[in-house]
């Protein structure tokens, strides 16, 4: 990603976690995002290249750089990639503040829940617009903890996904970005900008969604933070164990999720 904290850490659960969220979500997120054969993208803050697999699957003849600052996690995207086998991703270690590519490199870009974990985000998106050609598209997609809901919803499940939003925020991101997509992607200087919602609906009637989104990519999520809300007081231990089981018990028979992604595309 970049020199910024991750809020989620760097652990083998959580690589995990990145990989069923990026799989569960695919269609949602990424059934329109398509390249043409032969066009250069470059995929910002990789990571273990969970979304990378997906964008070279949906894209077979675009050739795609995907930069990362972690040496760890490059190393694990491009393991990830090779093992689903494409061969249309070369990965490298870059700083996407301080891109090191000439002006005018890619007819593409993509960003993928980065934007969160950054402090200063306008700026990773203006170093992004100076490498993009004229006329090319810039996608970026980030969520917004402050869409979630669920039934039955508790006053301590409320206040457990608001620690992940208050450790995030003390860690200089902000977990509800996807609410200001569009002016901090047109302040960045990209036209044409498009923002789609991309709800998340989830109920027993889809139980696949149950165990890849409710629990193992939401619910798994704020657990995370639970030493880091502890520790800053954010919240009783009692009260924080209390909201993790409110929100499991929303994975029930009778529970619903609901959340919101947000997806812009706009052109340099």
């Known amino acids: 990603m970049s020199d910024s904290k991750y809020v989620h850490g760097y652990s083998e659960r959580e690589s995990v976690r990145l990989g069923d969220q990026a799989n569960t979500l695919s269609g949602l997120?990424?059934?329109?995002?398509r390249y043409p054969a032969g066009?250069?993208?470059?995929?910002?803050?990789?990571?273990?290249?969970?979304?990378t697999v997906h964008l070279a699957r949906n894209s077979p003849d675009a050739h795609f750089v995907s930069v990362d600052i972690s040496p760890e996690s490059l190393a694990a995207a491009q393991e990830r990639v090779r093992a689903e086998g494409h061969s249309n991703v070369e990965f490298r270690q870059a700083d996407i503040f301080h891109l090191d590519f000439p002006p005018d490199s890619f007819d593409h870009v993509f960003i993928c829940f980065v934007l969160e974990h950054l402090p200063h985000p306008?700026?990773?998106?203006?170093?992004?617009r100076v490498v993009l050609k004229p006329g090319g598209t810039l996608t970026a997609i980030e969520g917004d903890h402050g869409s979630f809901y669920c039934y039955p919803e508790t006053e301590e499940a409320r206040a457990a996904v608001d620690c992940l939003i208050r450790v995030q925020a003390d860690l200089g991101g902000d977990s509800?970005?996807?609410r200001?997509?569009?002016p901090l992607v047109t302040s960045a200087g990209f036209r044409e900008v498009s923002v789609s919602?991309?709800?998340?609906?989830?109920d027993s009637s889809r139980p696949e969604w149950v165990e890849g989104f409710s629990k193992n990519t939401f619910t798994a999520m704020v657990e995370g933070v639970r030493e880091a809300s502890l520790a800053k007081s954010l919240i009783s231990e009692a009260r924080w164990e209390k909201g993790i089981r409110d929100l499991y018990r929303a994975t029930e028979e009778d529970g619903v999720f609901c959340y919101t992604f947000f997806k812009a595309v706009g052109l340099k």
Request: glycine share 10%; proline share 3%; net charge positive.
């Open 29 to 33: 997120l990424h059934h329109d995002t």
């Open 39 to 51: 066009s250069r993208v470059l995929e910002l803050g990789c990571g273990v290249g969970s979304q």
């Open 122 to 128: 306008a700026k990773a998106l203006e170093a992004a």
């Open 176 to 178: 509800l970005i996807g």
């Open 180 to 182: 200001r997509l569009y």
């Open 197 to 202: 919602p991309r709800m998340v609906y989830v």
